[in-house]
């Protein structure tokens, strides 16, 4: 994407390999393959339209701009391929990341559907040094304008394993390790709130979450009909060596329809909580996983988030299509304390470009305006 600043600054690392498959490390999707269920009659399309060897490389330079990181590109590459008795594509790939501010990436990813699709496994490994901007917690301290420049050299371990426990519905486990070091200017800051602590700068944070998925989608890489929802609880303890004990909730709710032979209406709302003791990078960041786009990734960033967005996507040729976004959503202390009036808009406009015909895998593109800025999203794959 061209924005790369995400929810977590764990999940900034993790999109360096969500961005080259379209999905995001927060909202790994994945369904049953007995009877009529959804994905087989996907994998027996698959079988007979794919190429000979049942494997589709695609690989996109990503322009990267935008003003938390400055000019640059990510490289993304995922290799999608269907092993017998697949239901659903597997995916191998990852990302690299540089630009002229002096950010540095890269992530490695690897997807799978075993038994039938009885279970969902996901890892995921990401080193970086990047160079952020911190406006600070709050809509206040966001709309104020001002930041100081850090330094940030986080590394990130995922492992996922989701069994599927009923039709359509899946429970597991997953195990995540972050380490953080942030540098801050020596000067001081120009506002209290933008001074870091000092506990913060150096973090260890590792603990298991529980993973829950309901999924009744047609396809995984280009949905036309019906719903995904996923819920995360993440909780950071002492005895798995974290620095820091807290818990962090999100949830995502994705919804799909047939609008005519050549469109369709996708919808999304999301959710985050971030615990008491969290650290200021693991807050819930507006602007991240596409929820919602024109904005700077991390600019807006409190204890919640919510978001709620839609997109309707038309396919005009075998390989072109457009589509059209709109939504609201805000940053705030707790979900009372939301208002109307404050919250921040986004819409824009895309062009798709279908890679990969055999797995119905597009190439975006995004314009997005949000309340004071835009921005310009590069991506494997849709954003929801």
């Known amino acids: 994407m061209g ?14 390999a969500g961005m080259a498959t379209g999905f995001a490390p927060a909202a790994l999707a994945t369904d049953i393959a007995t009877g009529s269920a959804p994905g087989q009659e996907e994998a027996e ?10 494997r589709s490389f695609v690989v996109l330079p ?48 690897q997807k799978a559907y075993l038994g039938g699709d009885r279970w969902r496994v996901t890892a995921i490994a990401a080193d970086a040094e990047l160079h952020l901007k911190f406006y600070g917690i709050g809509e206040g301290a966001a709309e104020r304008g001002r930041f100081i420049r850090i330094e940030q050299s986080p590394t990130f371990y995922r492992f996922d394993a989701l069994r599927k426990v ?8 997953r195990l995540q390790k972050v380490d953080v070091t ?9 506002f209290p709130d933008l001074d870091i602590p000092s506990p913060q ?53 994705n919804h799909y329809s047939t609008w005519g032979p050549k469109g369709v209406l996708a919808l999304r709302a999301y959710a985050c909580s971030a615990g008491d003791n969290a650290p200021f990078f693991d807050l819930c960041l507006f602007g991240s996983q596409a929820d919602l786009r024109g904005y700077e990734g991390g600019q807006y960033r409190d204890s919640t988030l919510v978001a ?12 072109w299509g457009a589509v059209a976004f709109a939504g ?17 808009p986004s819409a824009g406009v895309g062009l798709r470009f279908k890679a990969s015909t055999a797995y119905d895998v597009n190439v975006r593109v995004d314009y997005a305006r949000g309340k004071d800025g835009d921005a310009v999203y590069f991506s494997i794959g849709e954003a929801f």
């Open 166 to 173: 009923a039709p359509s519905q899946y429970l597991g486990l």
């Open 308 to 319: 709620v967005q839609g997109e309707y996507r038309w396919q005009f040729a075998r390989r």
């Open 3 to 16: 924005a790369l600043a995400t929810r977590p600054l764990a999940v900034r690392l993790g999109l360096l």
């Open 182 to 190: 942030t540098r801050v200017p020596l000067d001081a800051p120009a």
């Open 201 to 253: 700068l150096d973090v260890a944070l590792a603990g298991p979450g529980l993973l829950y998925e309901y999924d009744t989608r047609d396809s995984e890489t280009g949905p036309s009909q019906g719903t995904y929802f996923n819920a995360h609880a993440q909780w950071y303890v002492s005895g798995w060596g974290s620095d820091r004990e807290y818990a962090n909730v999100t949830a995502a709710l």
């Open 328 to 344: 609201v959503g805000d940053v705030a202390p707790s979900f009372g304390d939301y208002r109307v009036d404050d919250l921040l």
């Open 62 to 109: 990503i322009p990267q701009s935008s003003p938390t990181l400055g000019n640059g590109a990510v490289l993304a590459a995922v290799l999608y391929y269907q092993p017998e008795g697949s239901a659903r594509p597997w995916m191998t790939g990852g990302g690299a990341l540089w630009t002229d501010n002096g950010s540095r990436g890269a992530a490695l990813f």
């Open 45 to 54: 399309q698959l079988h007979a339209g794919r190429e000979d060897d049942g």
